[in-house]
């Protein structure tokens, strides 16, 4: 926070509106170091997102709009260095002004001015280098621990145990399970287990690393190798003696598993362009989302790899598997988010205790956690109803013969749900089909029809696993 007398901002070249859940709800900006294609309807890839979800780095405590929104205050800041979920580099001062409501905050706007320079970008670069991804600075700063990972279920317990034991190990380590399952939680618990001494800690998310700088990256380089090349030192020798996390394992490339697996039987590996062997003492803890076999079918994951890590795997259980979880972590959380927002909450009425207890919870306790955060940030009461709900699951809900708390029909045993992610990724996918499909898998003339930049179809593409070859 700055004094606003200290405080320039003679135009602005960015505006954003979030609610009071931090949904983005409008946003602006422009900036000439981006060019006109990439920037052209920018603003729609930011609409409808969490703000946390569209700049995943900032965090949310020390964010301008949180500290806005929870101190009601209007937040002068400048020299904010962030990075978007594309990965755009940002400097900016910000005004940001709690939006009220008959004496109640209902969102907050920032209005920014772009003052980014090279050293910014150089900035964010060093860090990248002394922590590739989010995870390294969350696993320092919240020292989390198995007893953090709350869980009534024996599958789970059982997880906790092996993991404990797995740690101790040379031995490479898999975690897999669905999206929001708890695997970055299980990673730092490993990571700050008492008996575990191994510095220092390295991740990366395989997904975010181009095909033709993930080798380097890993491995590192010598100068001339290839065209830019210099001396670099890859992500196994920077976690010599300690962790490497390799976040969505299967997003590497084939022929990188393959000398993965090298390094993984012989500890030894070899920059890109160099003649000689280094010897590396690293525990190797990969992650996915997708079951490994099917990986393996899919050709996103090598099959002796596999056999490889097959030794210490962690599967970790669906939050519908789990039943005697979900309200566990329903009234964990109510608590958390009674203190965020200063509401009095006591729990769930019966009717919300059915329908939680039957959803299917596809984002499992991500999902419950950000619904839970927004039933209590929204609601007046004591006990949640399903007035309280999201739109979404609300409208989701087949009336039966059994009544809610307003004398409202409800048969929660028919109780259908589609999450909202789910009903979106149906969506974009068919349209994205449908685009692709009419111009034979040819990418600029269906981001034209969709209306969007090349570049963010082809992210898209990417994340919905699409290749332009099944048009053509």
């Known amino acids: 926070m700055h004094d606003k007398e200290q405080f320039e901002l003679d135009y602005i070249d960015s505006l954003m509106i979030v609610d009071h859940t931090f949904k983005i709800v409008n946003t602006y900006r422009y900036n000439v170091r981006f060019d006109q294609l990439d920037m052209e309807n920018a603003h729609s890839d930011y609409l409808g997102r969490n703000y946390y979800e569209a700049y995943p780095h900032i965090d949310q405590q020390e964010s301008t709009m949180y500290q806005s929104m929870k101190h009601n205050r209007i937040i002068y800041r400048k020299n904010q260095i962030f990075k978007d979920y594309r990965g755009r580099v940002f400097n900016t001062q910000n005004i940001t002004i709690p939006i009220n409501r008959a ?7 920032e209005l920014s001015k772009d003052i980014t320079s090279i050293n910014d970008l150089q900035e964010v670069q060093k860090k990248k280098a002394s ?17 953090d990972i709350l869980t009534s279920n024996a599958e789970m317990i059982e997880n906790i145990r092996r993991a404990k ?39 990366i998310n395989c997904a975010a690393v181009p095909e033709n700088l993930i080798e380097s990256t890993l491995f590192g ?31 590497m490339p084939y022929e990188t598993q393959a000398k993965l697996l090298r390094v993984l039987q012989d500890s030894k590996i070899r920059p890109v362009g160099g003649h000689k062997e280094k010897t590396v003492d690293v525990k190797v803890v990969a992650a996915m989302n997708n079951d490994p076999l099917k990986a393996i079918r899919e050709k ?38 009674n203190r965020q927002y200063n509401k009095d909450v006591e729990g769930l009425s019966k009717t919300m205790m059915d329908i939680f207890m039957q959803y299917h919870w596809k984002g499992n306790v991500r999902e419950l956690k950000h619904i839970v955060e927004n039933m209590v940030s929204i609601s007046d009461e004591k006990i949640l109803t399903i007035n309280s709900l999201p739109i979404y699951m609300k409208d989701s809900i087949q009336t039966g013969s059994q009544k809610n708390e307003n004398g409202q029909v409800l048969q929660v045993e028919s109780v259908h749900f589609t999450s909202l992610q789910e009903t979106l990724e149906t969506a974009e996918r068919s349209a994205i089909s449908k685009a692709l499909a ?5 990418i600029t003339k269906a981001a034209e029809l969709l209306g969007i930049p090349r570049q963010t179809l082809t992210y898209k593409m990417n994340k919905l696993k699409l290749e332009k070859t099944q048009f053509q």
Do not use: C, W
Not at 181 to 186: A, D, I, L, P, S
């Open 300 to 337: 996103n994951l090598r099959e002796d790899l596999f056999y490889r890590l097959s030794s210490s795997m962690i599967r970790l259980t669906p939050l519908r598997d789990r039943k005697e979880d979900i309200l566990l972590y329903s009234n964990h959380f109510i608590k958390q988010f």
């Open 438 to 442: 009419y111009t034979e898998g040819h």
């Open 165 to 203: 034991v797995f740690i101790g190990s040379p031995n490479p380590t898999l975690i897999y399970g669905e999206t929001g399952t708890g695997k970055e939680m299980f990673i730092q618990a490993m990571v700050n287990e008492n008996k575990v001494s191994r510095k220092p800690f390295v991740a």
């Open 131 to 147: 922590s590739r991804n989010h995870l390294s600075d969350i696993v320092q700063k919240r020292g989390i621990t198995f007893e």
């Open 103 to 109: 004496g109640k905050i209902v969102g907050v706007l």
């Open 221 to 251: 380089s010598v100068k001339g190798a290839y065209t830019g090349s210099m001396d670099k030192v890859g992500l196994f020798e920077q976690a010599h003696g300690g962790t490497l996390f390799l976040d969505e394992l299967n997003s």
